[in-house]
């Protein structure tokens, strides 16, 4: 199958190579959690919520220096192609949540929050490839909105390399491709990595093309968030009246 | 000779040392009453401290901001030797109220036993907290006199709300509390018909509805009316 048409360069559905789908983030969605926010890329579609700080509620888990990081990622029954159920505690999604919560641990002052807990979950609304990446920067926006001390924003795309082209922001249809993908999450201004998974094979010279042309799409997408957290302070501020 | 406006920096040893750049991209570094994102980077270490909101960078140079707010900069305290201003960020949420030693809270007390009486604490001076924490008011902490014949059953009864200073942190169960002035103690209990009772001394408090008398350690509130719903 051809995911790049050889004669006018676009994939499947019409990007460039190194263009990324549309993002969109809101934050504010759930009314009762601490921070919320939605994000999409493209067709996947994400809610993030964040609970905390807050007191630790089991104590044999209560670390007395810095707080505790809590993420669980799930996805809803009608978010794939076909309505299937997904049990909450398996493998992958145990896995993404581990990967989650690292990366935002990384980022967290949880220094600043001795003996606390903070709780992010992450429900995936719609699936359509990167839902790990559009997680990643859902669970930014929410801790952004949430007030939670951060070292940086943590942004994550991924990228892929089919037809012997790197290619940014795989979908659904060219993750499935068997090729492989490449997850990058990063701290934009520190220029640190957090995050960095691939499936697949990958000689080690492409992957360094493929490794920043995903960092590119992660300041992108750095910008775009903080864009966002700036409308949003401007428009509390107004709301307040100030 | 005339000099022109374009001129080109003598090439002698001054204008070898001044090479270093003064302003790190100015892109990045934000002005004041902007609004800051976590990893913006606010100000050098060497013009600022790092305030609320911030914190300073790993290598020592920058300081970044760590939520989402306006920047502020505080002019320096007066009473140090500290040069240096402090930027901060402002953010929009508020955090929860947290005790701290020597604050006023408002608290409902939940057991009452024969050394010592547990409360829920509510209130934080004036603001309501977001979850509630567990305080204690130990037998001698109750009143400043005569601390030792202090009897609990006649100080407090469970429901009453009552003010007090948070002596410490406490250990991990509970806050230490104490109401031994004369303007903390119950502000406001329920008498055993149900009714919310009126203070007539320090001791005692009255019900309303049925004239019986009930022993509090009761607060000297100064405000002529204070009306609590429970």
């Known amino acids: 199958m051809e995911y790049i048409n050889p004669l006018t360069g676009f994939r499947l559905d019409g990007r460039r190579p190194n263009e990324m789908r549309q993002i969109r983030g809101e934050v504010g969605v759930v009314a009762r959690a601490d921070g919320s926010a939605v994000f999409e890329m493209g067709n996947t579609k994400v809610i993030a919520a964040v609970y905390g700080p807050r007191e630790v509620q089991n104590k044999s888990q209560q670390i007395d220096n810095q707080a505790l990081v809590r993420c669980e990622y799930s996805m809803s029954n009608f978010s794939t192609g076909n309505r299937a159920r997904k049990y909450k505690g398996d493998r992958r999604s145990t896995e993404i949540s581990l990967v989650i919560r690292q990366t935002m641990e990384a980022a967290i002052l949880t220094h600043l929050m001795p003996r606390s807990q903070i709780d992010i979950f992450l429900q995936v609304l719609q699936a359509d490839g990167g839902t790990r990446s559009a997680c990643i920067n859902a669970a930014t926006l929410a801790l952004a909105d949430a007030g939670i001390p951060m070292r940086d924003l943590v942004t994550s795309c991924s990228a892929g390399y089919l037809c012997s082209t790197p290619l940014l922001d795989l979908n659904y249809v060219e993750d499935s491709a068997g090729g492989p993908d490449v997850t990058v999450g990063t701290l934009v201004k520190m220029d640190k990595v957090t995050l960095l998974q691939m499936d697949a094979k990958l000689p080690i010279d492409m992957f360094a093309d493929v490794m920043q042309l995903a960092i590119e799409g992660c300041k992108a997408i750095a910008n775009y968030i903080r864009e966002v957290l700036s409308e949003n302070s401007k428009k509390l501020e107004c709301m307040k009246g100030n | 000779m005339r000099e022109t406006s374009l001129s080109l920096p003598a090439i002698n040893d001054e204008a070898?040392?001044?090479?270093?750049?003064?302003?790190?991209?100015?892109?990045?570094?934000?002005?004041?009453?902007?609004?800051?994102?976590?990893?913006?980077?606010?100000?050098?270490?060497?013009?600022?401290?790092?305030?609320k909101g911030s914190y300073l960078a790993p290598n020592g140079r920058n300081i970044h901001a760590s939520i989402t707010g306006h920047r502020r900069v505080l002019p320096p305290p007066a009473d140090s030797t500290e040069k240096r201003s402090t930027v901060e960020v402002v953010g929009h949420k508020s955090r929860g109220a947290v005790p701290e030693p020597g604050v006023v809270v408002i608290a409902r007390v939940t057991r009452v036993m024969a050394r010592m009486v547990s409360a829920d604490i509510m209130c934080v001076e004036s603001k309501a907290v977001k979850e509630k924490f567990t305080g204690i008011i130990r037998q001698q902490d109750v009143r400043a006199t005569e601390i030792d014949k202090v009897d609990m059953y006649q100080s407090f009864q469970p429901g009453d709300v009552v003010k007090a200073v948070v002596l410490s942190l406490g250990d991990a169960r509970a806050y230490y509390l104490s109401t031994a002035k004369n303007e903390l103690g119950v502000v406001s209990a329920q008498s055993m018909a149900g009714a919310t009772m009126v203070p007539i001394s320090w001791t005692e408090m009255q019900c309303p509805s049925t004239g019986q008398i009930e022993k509090r350690k009761v607060a000297k509130v100064l405000q002529t009316f204070f009306h609590f719903r429970i």
């Not at chain 2, 302003?23 to 913006?40: N, R």
């Open chain 2, 16 to 51: 070898m040392i001044a090479t270093e750049p003064e302003i790190p991209q100015a892109i990045d570094v934000l002005c004041s009453d902007s609004i800051a994102t976590p990893g913006e980077i606010l100000g050098d270490s060497s013009q600022f401290i790092a305030g």
